[in-house]
């Protein structure tokens, strides 16, 4: 249900190119009955087009007939949990989701994947330990549990454990060459090493590999930011809007489309009109308060509508932003424990040279630091 950490210089406008770790789930099931594959194929229908609402209804209809069909129980634990991922109600959902996915393995103890969907809502929870215990028993029962492997090495991903999560998500595409997952967490871990050509390829593939329209949007997210810290401001604008197409209600899909106008808007060859450039910041600050409301504790967001009040001159409003960001940092789960700390270094940063700008603006000399 998370592109880098280096910072982007684009003009004179700082960029924080941050990770994108959605928190995704994966829906398996494992053999359904020939009376359920209808049923099951509806559920995974709505979940990959991010309707889980729709598909927690069937999974219940479903249930309603047969209220011990393990298959049911683990589609609605996975949708449950997503939801719970994607509507930041990880505590309230994810303890359902782990009910249900408890319920599927009283009935089937030695059902791989309700264990993996077990740890799957432990993880959202970021209760690490108990989400690696329960994806080895998961692997236990079946070592090619693709889902289980990316799992598991997304939970290493979210701790800050990059090496970990690089074998993980290996291991699941030795497994299956066209899990789409493992190709965004491989491009993590290709930013993470400084090889953001490579993570393009990785997130390119991640798109062409999967019908889930959230991967989808977060790979066109994260590639809208690489592009943007290459200075590459038209691929970056083609990729943002991708972003909003493939999932409207991702939040870092409207975050990358509001940082994309923003830079572009300096481009006075391009757009000589002050009221044309007046007018894409304008829009810009919507679409960064349209990913705000998507998710209020997406730090990267806040951090960007600070620095864009400051260099048009709001910076009253800019020290409320900055200060309200920081508070949402610990909140983010987007963030892994080490882009916790980049963002903090990107937010003080970013409040000092607003001081220095704002000293340079009214011909006074900016506090000395202590």
């Not at 059902?111 to 740890?119: C, F, G, I, T, W």
């Not at 730090?299 to 020290?319: K, N, P, W």
Request: aromatic content about 8%; hydrophobic content about 40%.
């Amino acid at each position: 249900m998370q592109a880098n950490n280096q910072a982007a210089k684009i003009g004179a406008v700082c960029i924080g190119v941050v990770s994108i770790l959605a928190m995704v789930g994966w829906f398996v099931w494992p053999g359904p009955k020939i009376q359920e594959k209808k049923e099951l194929r509806l559920i995974q229908e709505h979940f990959d087009a991010n309707r889980l609402d729709d598909a927690i209804s069937k999974a219940n209809e479903g249930l309603s007939r047969n209220p011990k069909s393990v298959d049911l129980l683990i589609a609605k634990a996975i949708a449950t949990a997503q939801k719970g991922s994607l509507t930041f109600q990880e505590k309230e959902l994810g303890g359902q989701a782990a009910i249900l996915a408890n319920q599927a393995i009283q009935l089937d103890p030695r059902n791989s994947e309700a264990y993996r969907v077990l740890a799957y809502a432990y993880e959202i929870q970021e209760e690490y330990s108990k989400a690696h215990e329960n994806y080895q028993k998961s692997l236990g029962f079946d070592p090619k549990n693709v889902a289980a492997l990316y799992g598991d090495g997304h939970s290493y991903d979210l701790e800050g454990n990059g090496e970990k999560a690089s074998e993980k998500y290996q291991a699941a595409l030795a497994v299956n060459g066209s899990f789409s997952p493992a190709y965004v967490g491989m491009a993590r871990i290709s930013l993470q090493n400084n090889n953001p050509e490579k993570a393009l390829e990785m997130y390119q593939k991640s798109i062409e590999y999967t019908a889930n329209a959230r991967i989808k949007s977060e790979s066109a997210s994260a590639m809208t930011l690489i592009y943007l810290s290459k200075g590459d401001v038209e691929n970056a604008m083609n990729y943002s809007k991708q972003a909003i197409e493939f999932d409207n209600t991702y939040s870092s899909a409207w975050y990358v489309q509001g940082t994309t106008l923003f830079v572009d808007s300096f481009n006075k060859k391009k757009y000589p009109e002050i009221g044309t450039r007046n007018e894409m910041i304008k829009q810009s600050l919507e679409n960064l308060g349209k990913a705000v409301s998507l998710n209020p504790n997406q730090a990267a967001a806040y951090l960007q509508i600070g620095t864009e009040l400051s260099a048009i001159g709001r910076s009253d409003g800019a020290a409320v932003i900055f200060e309200k960001g920081l508070k949402t940092i610990e909140k983010d789960i987007t963030l892994s424990a080490a882009d916790k700390v980049s963002m903090r270094e990107k937010f003080i940063n970013a409040k000092e040279l607003m001081v220095k700008v704002e000293a340079v603006r009214n011909k006074k000399p900016a506090p000395i630091k202590s």
